[in-house]
Every structure is written in structure tokens, then in C-alpha cells.
């Protein structure tokens, strides 16, 4: 016994097999589109009853403004806020900026000989040689504004009583 096996298939050529694949392909386009644009039957629907339909549809348009709205709208109004940030940001940078300048124009000063001079004068009182120290004390304590009750109204009443009659 052999284990060939003969079948009877008609031969075809090359341009009807190309025709066919071209029409299954085409009858596969319409079966999908028609079924995305065919009517479902009343008994095949996930909802039946058109006041459910209504409320799901709701529904989803609902979830679907939500992710929208999350998607879009919230990054926009972040996006502004860090805006405004960066702003107050950049203020404070250039005032910083115009603080550094002056400090680093006062640190030039003050690595030359007179700015060392005048800092050590006004920093640690120091005099020159041949110079003689005065303290003149403002009379700012005069007005010194004190709160009221038993020791500062006697405290108010003298430096009262010595700034009208010019007394130390």
C-alpha cells in the first residue's frame, strides 16, 4: 500500500487567487463595519430599558469629562501656579542678586588700607594716633515711650522732669 494520497482540487491561476484574497479581504472590511453600524437587537443589549440607557450614557459622558478634566484642565491651572512661582522666585533672585553686589563691592572696600581704617574705627572703635575720642549720646531716651503703672510713671515723670530742664 502506498501513503500517498491524491486530492481533486481544480488548479487555479495566480490572478484568481489574488481576486479572491482581495474579495475576503473586502467582505472582512464590510462584516466590520457593519457590524459597528448595525442595530443591536433589543434582546442582545447590555441595558434594554431606555431610561437606564439614558443614565449610563450619563454616566460615561460624566467619567469621561472627569478624565478630561484631569488630563487637561488641572495640569493648565499647575502650570499657572508654578508660573507665578517662578516669578516671586525670580524677584527674589534679582533682589539676592543686587544684595550680593553691594556686599561684594563693600568686601572690595574693605581689603584696602582706608576701608580696613574705616572698618576698624567704626567696628571696634579704634583711634588714630594723635586723635582724641568723643561720646556724644543723643537725648533719643527722652521720648522713650514706657507703659504705665506703678515703677515706669515715676521713670516717665523724671525723664519728663530732666528733658525740659536739660539735666543729664
Known sequence: ???????????????????SHAAK??????????????PIPTERRLVQHPAVRWVVG????A???????????????T???????????????????QVNAKMAAEVGHLQT???ARQAARDEMGLIG?????RTI??????????????PYDAISQAIATRSVTGQP
Open 79 to 97: 502650570w499657572r501656579q508654578q508660573d507665578a512661582a517662578i516669578a516671586a522666585k525670580q524677584g527674589q533672585l534679582e533682589v539676592l542678586g
Open 25 to 38: 479581504a473586502a467582505n472582512r472590511d464590510q462584516t466590520l463595519l457593519g457590524d459597528l453600524t448595525r
Open 113 to 115: 588700607v582706608d576701608g
Open 129 to 133: 594716633p594723635g586723635e582724641q575720642r
Open 58 to 61: 450619563a454616566a460615561a459622558l
Open 137 to 150: 549720646v543723643s537725648n533719643d531716651l527722652a521720648s522713650l515711650a514706657l507703659p504705665s503703672g506703678f
Open 1 to 19: 500500500m502506498s501513503s500517498e494520497r491524491s486530492t481533486s482540487r481544480p488548479s487555479r491561476s495566480r490572478a484568481d487567487a489574488r481576486s
Open 63 to 77: 467619567v469621561v469629562v472627569g478624565l478630561l478634566a484631569a488630563m487637561f484642565v488641572l495640569p493648565v491651572e
